[in-house]
C-alpha cells in the first residue's frame, strides 16, 4: 500500500510563511496525482492543491496567488508552501495520494494530518 507521512505545521503569524512537506512511500505510480487537502474545526474536508506527474499544478481559489504545490517524481515527495497566510487558514493539512484503479474507481490514500494554526 500507500504511506504519507507530513511534517512542516505550526504556528504562524498572519502575513507569515509556511512549507509542508509530505513523503510517500510504497506503492507508488509514476501517474498518482499528490495533493493537500485542509479540514477546519467544524468544516468538511476540502482540496487545497493538487499537482499531477507531470507537474501540472490546481490550486483552490482563495490560495492562488499565495500557496504553490511542488512535487519530486524522484523522492516521491510533495510540498506546500503557503505564503501570506490569514487566519481562515488554520487548519489540519492532509496530504493526498489519488489514482483511479483498473476498474475506473477512485483510491485515496491519506496521511495523518498536520496542524496549520494563523494567529497573532
Known amino acids: 500500500q500507500v504511506k504519507l507521512v507530513e511534517s512542516g505545521g505550526g504556528l504562524v503569524q498572519p502575513g507569515g510563511s509556511l512549507r509542508l512537506s509530505c513523503a510517500a512511500s510504497?506503492?507508488?505510480?509514476?501517474?498518482?496525482?499528490l495533493g493537500w487537502y485542509r479540514q477546519a474545526a467544524g468544516n468538511p474536508r476540502e482540496v487545497v492543491a493538487q499537482?499531477?506527474?507531470?507537474?501540472?499544478?490546481w490550486l483552490e481559489s482563495s490560495v492562488k496567488g499565495r500557496f504553490t504545490i511542488s512535487r519530486d517524481n524522484a523522492k516521491n515527495e510533495v510540498s506546500l508552501q503557503m505564503y501570506s497566510l490569514k487566519p481562515e487558514d488554520t487548519a489540519v493539512y492532509y496530504c493526498?495520494?489519488?489514482?483511479?484503479?483498473?476498474?475506473?474507481?477512485?483510491?485515496?490514500?491519506w496521511g495523518q494530518g498536520t496542524q496549520v494554526t494563523v494567529s497573532s
Open positions: 493526498n495520494l489519488w489514482r483511479r484503479d483498473i476498474g475506473g474507481s477512485n483510491i485515496n490514500f
Open positions: 510504497g506503492n507508488i505510480f509514476s501517474s498518482d496525482v
Open positions: 499537482i499531477d506527474s507531470g507537474g501540472t499544478p
